[in-house]
């Protein structure tokens, strides 16, 4: 096993290693960078054409026309029909937590009113229709579907596209079935960065959408970030990550497992151990070297430790602590005897998971709140999906005429200081006169 690298915060060089464990070049590939920007101009000049012509190329089957781009709602509930009766309880049984959860993060409308009448307020509303992208390459991945769609489903969406690749034609009965018990309205068969472009700009088949969400591969997070602006975008995710804070309570197997639970996506993931106990450093470390060869990804899982994996032993759980706040993960574990005494202390995570028995792992599936969370350290100025990346607001202003007196003085006096006259004589004209 390639083992994680083991640094301890009291070592002189301690902080340029920290520094060197999380730097990630993050920079888009400059081949794929213009491949998609081609792909997308390709797809919002010609529609549907291209699209076609993309899937045939990159997903390996061919539809006859544009109409075969489309699965049937019908389709979507049959295959509800063909998966096991514990996968799809396990399905509708995370469905309803998410629910649950997200119909807490309602964004209220308000409004407040000054002596003079004045009304000042917020309205919230729903985005109109939504564009959700389903990876369906080397893995499929129906949790994504429920937590992207739920979330946009509570918001108010009333139209819920999704996009998802089927290589050599297959559709993966998994990911239909989630978007049935979702409420997705329609499901295209597009992959890729056409499948990014044909949302942004819509093609006689796929509807243009407002916002743009779910995760993709290189291709799809380039497209994203080129259509934003055009389209929202919910982010431009980064590499998968989890850190561990144990004191000698936690249980090794069970840390070790956690650091496998994100190392088993992809070799550039990340799995971070902080703890102050040399002794639990060891023994999770036994668990790693003792499990590993278990695991059906074990290579990924290796390389991942290898690349970008670290035991840190660090003076007390309060450094612990302050550490974790400069990591800013996307997973954060609170392996600890006491993790409420720890939570005040932690100012910057995606998901925080308090106590032994909560794994992250959990949190992916089923306990309720968004596995859509921040990484590469953006939990810094950034938070978990939610219902309220579906819903946006509209400020309400209406002035009662005493007030248009009052408050046109303001304007005018600050507008004249900007040298922008027709804004003063606006708010001047409101109190020279009676209004039509």
């Known amino acids: 096993m390639a083992d994680?690298?083991?640094?301890?915060?009291?070592?002189?060089?301690?902080?340029?290693?920290?520094?060197?464990?999380?730097?990630?070049?993050?920079?888009?590939?400059?081949?794929?960078?213009?491949?998609?920007?081609?792909?997308?101009?390709?797809?919002?000049?010609r529609g549907d054409e291209a699209v076609l012509e993309y899937t045939r190329r990159f997903d390996r089957w061919s539809?006859?026309?544009?109409?075969?781009?489309?699965?049937?709602?019908?389709?979507?509930?049959?295959?509800?029909?063909?998966?096991?009766?514990?996968?799809?309880?396990?399905?509708?049984?995370?469905?309803?937590?998410?629910?649950?959860?997200?119909?807490?993060?309602?964004?209220?409308?308000?409004?407040i009113e000054d002596a003079?009448?004045?009304?000042?307020?917020?309205?919230?509303?729903?985005?109109?229709?939504?564009?959700?992208?389903?990876?369906?390459?080397?893995?499929?991945?129906?949790?994504?579907?429920?937590?992207?769609?739920?979330?946009?489903?509570?918001?108010?969406?009333?139209?819920l596209a999704m996009v998802v690749p089927t290589p050599d034609g297959l559709l993966n009965d998994y990911v239909l079935a989630a978007a049935s018990i979702a409420g997705v309205d329609r499901v295209f068969r597009v992959g890729g960065a056409q499948a990014v472009g044909a949302l942004a700009f819509g093609t006689r088949t796929v509807p243009a959408v407002d916002k743009i969400v779910g995760p993709g591969n290189a291709y799809?997070?380039?497209?994203?970030?080129?259509?934003?602006?055009?389209?929202?975008i919910d982010m431009v995710a980064g590499p998968s990550e989890i850190l561990v804070v144990a004191d000698a309570t936690a249980n090794p197997d069970w840390v070790a497992m956690d650091l496998f639970s994100q190392a088993e996506h992809d070799e550039i993931a990340q799995s971070i151990l902080l703890t102050p106990d040399a002794a639990f450093a060891d023994r999770v470390l036994a668990a790693m070297r003792a499990g590993l060869e278990a695991m059906p990804r074990r290579a990924i899982i290796e390389a991942s430790l290898g690349n970008r994996g670290a035991i840190i032993l660090v003076r007390d759980l309060e450094e612990a602590c302050a550490i974790a706040n400069r990591i800013a993960p996307e997973h954060l574990e609170l392996a600890v005897a006491d993790p409420d005494a720890l939570l005040p202390k932690i100012r910057h995570a995606g998901a925080?998971?308090?106590?032994?028995?909560?794994?992250?792992?959990?949190?992916d599936y089923c306990a309720g709140p968004n596995h859509v969370l921040p990484t590469s350290r953006t939990a810094r100025f950034s938070s978990p999906l939610g219902v309220y990346d579906f819903?946006?607001?509209?400020?309400?202003?209406r002035v009662a005429r005493a007030a248009a007196v009052r408050l046109g003085a303001t304007a005018t006096t600050l507008a004249r200081a900007e040298g922008l006259e027709a804004h003063a004589r606006s708010a001047e004209m409101r109190g020279e006169g009676e209004g039509r």
């Open 4 to 45: 994680p690298r083991r640094l301890s915060s009291a070592d002189p060089g301690f902080e340029a290693e920290l520094a060197a464990l999380l730097a990630f070049e993050g920079a888009q590939d400059e081949g794929v960078d213009r491949a998609v920007a081609a792909i997308l101009e390709d797809v919002q000049r």
């Open 63 to 111: 539809p006859a026309g544009a109409a075969d781009l489309e699965v049937s709602a019908g389709a979507c509930r049959e295959a509800l029909t063909r998966i096991g009766r514990a996968e799809r309880e396990a399905l509708e049984t995370s469905a309803s937590r998410i629910r649950a959860y997200h119909e807490h993060q309602h964004l209220k409308g308000w409004r």
């Open 116 to 159: 003079d009448g004045t009304m000042l307020g917020q309205q919230v509303t729903a985005l109109d229709r939504v564009g959700l992208y389903v990876p369906g390459g080397k893995a499929a991945y129906p949790s994504s579907v429920l937590m992207n769609a739920v979330a946009a489903k509570v918001a108010g969406v009333p139209e």
């Open 220 to 232: 799809v997070a380039a497209a994203k970030r080129r259509v934003f602006g055009r389209v929202g």
């Open 352 to 363: 925080i998971f308090m106590g032994h028995y909560s794994s992250e792992s959990l949190g």
């Open 391 to 397: 819903q946006k607001r509209s400020s309400l202003i």
